[in-house]
C-alpha cells in the first residue's frame, strides 16, 4: 500500500534516558518524556493526558499543568477516554495557550479535523502546540476491560498493575507477579465498534507518534510527522531526554509496523465495504462520504 | 491581486451573535475585507437598504413567517447571491428560536421560526452557537479562493467546502439526538469528546466513553455533530492539515 505509515520525516526506536519515566511507562516512556521536556521547556503550559478516576484502570482525560501532575499519569489504560473533550476547556478554565494533548489515532483526527473545521472549538486552532499520537489496533469500552480482567483473567482490577497487548496475546499482570494471558480472538468481540471503521494505525495525524511495535521490550517506535513535531523532538533529543537507535538496526522493525497497519487498514476498509451493503438495499452511513 | 468577491450580511431572527463571531476574527477580518472581499450589504455594518447583487451572503438567524419582510428579503438574497452560506445555529437548524412560540411583544403573533433552508437552497452551513470565527474564516477564504482562485486552489476550495454543502443538503434539523441517530446508532461512535467539547451549552457529558446528552439543554445548533470526526471525515482534506493552516494563516498575513 505505501501509505499505512502515513507521512513522516522521522522514524526511530526510542526510549526515556529518565530511570523514573522509564519505571513506570508502558514501553520507552516516550509520551511522558516528550510532555515533561515541553513543559519545562514552556513549549506547551499543560497537556490533555489519561488521567485516574475513581474507579480502577478507568481512565478520563486530566489537564496536567506540571511535571508531578504528569508523573500519575504513565501508562495505558487500553479503554475510552475522551480527550478531545477537554480541549477548548483547557483553553479556557485553565488558561492554556500551548495545549499538548496525547491520544488514538482517531483523537488525533478529531483534532485536526477541529483546527480545519472548527465549528464550536472557538479560539482552539492555532493553541494545540503538540499533538503526540499513539498506535493503535483497538480501544475497549470500561466494562469490557472490567469483563476480560476479572471474568476471562480472573483477577480483580484493583490488584492489577499493568495492562498490555503485544505478541498477539493480551496480558494481565497482577500486583503479587502472577500474569495471565488471553488469546485475543478472546478479546476481539468486546472491542468498541467505531473502531472497526478506522483506517489508521500509527496515528498519521499526529505531530509525533509512538507504539511498541517494531521496537524491542522497553523501547518504543516514533515517527515524526510535522514540522511542529519535528522541531520539538530535535530539541528534545539534543537536550538528552532520548536514547535512539535507527529503526533499520532493531528487531522487529518498520517491517511489523507495516504489516499490522496494513491487516488493520484492509480489515477495516472491509467492513466500511461491507456496511455498504448491510441491509437489504439499505447501507450503513459511511463518515468517508458524507455527514 | 485578482477583483475581490463582494459578500453580504443579511440578518434574519438571529441575535447578532454570529455577526459578532465574524467580527471577532479581529485583524484577520481586516484582513478579509481588505484583499479578498467587499461587504456590500450588511445591516450594523454597510450604509445600503436593499439586498444588492452580491457573490455570497452569509445568513445570520431564522426566519419569522409572520413577518413579511424576512420572508421577502430572504427570497430576494436568493435570487441576488451566488452562493448562500447559513451562518450558525438559527440559520441552519432554528436553533435556539426553534423554541419560539410567540407571545411576545410588542409583535405576539410572531410565533413561528423557520431555519433559511426550509424557505430557500441553502449551499453551506456553518453550525454553531455562536459560530466559531475561524470556521467563518476559513469558509470565507475558502469562498474567495472558489470564485477568484487558480485552478488548483479552486479545487481545495471545492474539497474543503464539500462537507459543509452536504451538510446543507442534509437538512434543516439538528438536535445532540443526531450524536445517537447517526454516530452511536450507527456503530461509528469512538468516544472521542469532540461533541462535548463543541457543545456550548455543556449539554454533553461522557459517560463510560460515550456521549450523554442532556436534551432539556440542547438548543439544537446542530455543532456536536457536524464536528464529531465521525459525521465527515474528508482525508483528502483533513490530511492536509499543515498545509491548508498555512495557506489560511499565509492569506490573512
Redesign the interface.
Known amino acids: 500500500m505505501g501509505t499505512e505509515l502515513g507521512k513522516y520525516k522521522l522514524c526511530v526506536s526510542a526510549r526515556s534516558t529518565d530511570k523514573d519515566i522509564l519505571k513506570k511507562a508502558q514501553d520507552g516512556g516516550i509520551v511522558t518524556q516528550l510532555f515533561k521536556y515541553a513543559l519545562e521547556e514552556g513549549i506547551i503550559d499543560g497537556a490533555i493526558v489519561a488521567g485516574p478516576s475513581d474507579e480502577p484502570w478507568?481512565p478520563r482525560?486530566f489537564i496536567a499543568t506540571s511535571v508531578e501532575e504528569l508523573m500519575a499519569t504513565p501508562g495505558t489504560r487500553y479503554?475510552?477516554?475522551?480527550?478531545?473533550?477537554?480541549?477548548?476547556?483547557a483553553t479556557r478554565s485553565f488558561g492554556l495557550d500551548r495545549i499538548g494533548i496525547v491520544?488514538?489515532p482517531?483523537?488525533m483526527?478529531?483534532v485536526?479535523?477541529?483546527?480545519?473545521?472548527?465549528?464550536?472549538?472557538?479560539?482552539v486552532?492555532d493553541k494545540i502546540a503538540l499533538a503526540i499520537g499513539i498506535f493503535c489496533m483497538e480501544?475497549f469500552?470500561?466494562?469490557s476491560i472490567k469483563q476480560l480482567v476479572e471474568d476471562h483473567a480472573g483477577m480483580k482490577l484493583e490488584s492489577v498493575k499493568k495492562i498490555d497487548i503485544g505478541k498477539g496475546k493480551f496480558w494481565v499482570y497482577g500486583a503479587r507477579g502472577q500474569v495471565v494471558q488471553l488469546p485475543l480472538k478472546v478479546t476481539h468481540k468486546y472491542e468498541?465498534?467505531?473502531?472497526?471503521?478506522?483506517?489508521d494505525y500509527v496515528a498519521?495525524?499526529a505531530d509525533v507518534s509512538t507504539g511498541s511495535v517494531g521496537s524491542p521490550d522497553g523501547w518504543s517506535t516514533v515517527f515524526v510527522r510535522?514540522?511542529k513535531g519535528d522541531d520539538i523532538w530535535s530539541k528534545a533529543i539534543a537536550a538528552g531526554c532520548f536514547e535512539t537507535k535507527p529503526i533499520e538496526q532493531v528487531k522487529p522493525g518498520l517491517e511489523l509496523v507495516s504489516k499490522l497497519a496494513n491487516e488493520k487498514i484492509t480489515k477495516n476498509q472491509k467492513t466500511v465495504e461491507e456496511r455498504a451493503r448491510f441491509g437489504v438495499n439499505k447501507a450503513?452511513?459511511n463518515?468517508?462520504i458524507?455527514? | 491581486m485578482a477583483e475581490k468577491i463582494t459578500v453580504g450580511h443579511v440578518h434574519m431572527s438571529g441575535c447578532t451573535g454570529c455577526l459578532v463571531s465574524l467580527a471577532d476574527n479581529a485583524e484577520g477580518l481586516l484582513t478579509i475585507l481588505d484583499k479578498y472581499a467587499d461587504l456590500v450589504y450588511g445591516l450594523t455594518l454597510a450604509d445600503v437598504r436593499h439586498i444588492p447583487k452580491m457573490d455570497v451572503a452569509l445568513v445570520e438567524g431564522s426566519v419569522c413567517i409572520q413577518d413579511k419582510i424576512s420572508v421577502q428579503e430572504i427570497r430576494e438574497t436568493r435570487e441576488k447571491a451566488a452562493v448562500v452560506v447559513a451562518v450558525g445555529g438559527c440559520a441552519c437548524y432554528g436553533n435556539i428560536t426553534r423554541f419560539g412560540r410567540g407571545g411576545v411583544q410588542n409583535q405576539p403573533q410572531h410565533e413561528s421560526y423557520l431555519p433559511i433552508g426550509d424557505l430557500i437552497k441553502v449551499d453551506v452551513y456553518i453550525p454553531g452557537c455562536a459560530p466559531c470565527p475561524q470556521l467563518i474564516r476559513n469558509v470565507c477564504v475558502m469562498a474567495y479562493l472558489l470564485l477568484k482562485g487558480n485552478k488548483e486552489q479552486q479545487e481545495l476550495a471545492k474539497k474543503y467546502l464539500a462537507p459543509l454543502m452536504q451538510l446543507a443538503e442534509r437538512g434543516t434539523e439538528a438536535c445532540g439526538c443526531d450524536l445517537m441517530y447517526d454516530v452511536v446508532n450507527q456503530g461509528l461512535c469512538i468516544g472521542c469528546g469532540s461533541c462535548a467539547a463543541a457543545c456550548p451549552v455543556r449539554a454533553i457529558t461522557h459517560e463510560y466513553g460515550k456521549p450523554n446528552v442532556n436534551r432539556e439543554m440542547c438548543i439544537k445548533c446542530g455543532a456536536c455533530y457536524a464536528q464529531c470526526p465521525r459525521s465527515f471525515f474528508n482525508f483528502d482534506v483533513i490530511t492536509e492539515f499543515e498545509g491548508i493552516t498555512e495557506l489560511i494563516a499565509g492569506a490573512l498575513k
Open positions: 478507568r482525560p479503554n475510552i477516554s475522551p480527550q478531545v473533550s477537554w480541549i477548548k476547556e491520544g488514538t482517531c483523537q483526527q478529531a485536526r479535523k477541529g483546527q480545519l473545521y472548527p465549528v464550536g472549538l472557538r479560539d486552532d480501544n469500552p470500561y466494562q468498541q465498534p467505531g473502531c472497526h471503521v478506522c483506517l498519521n495525524l510535522t514540522r450503513l452511513r463518515p468517508y458524507k455527514p
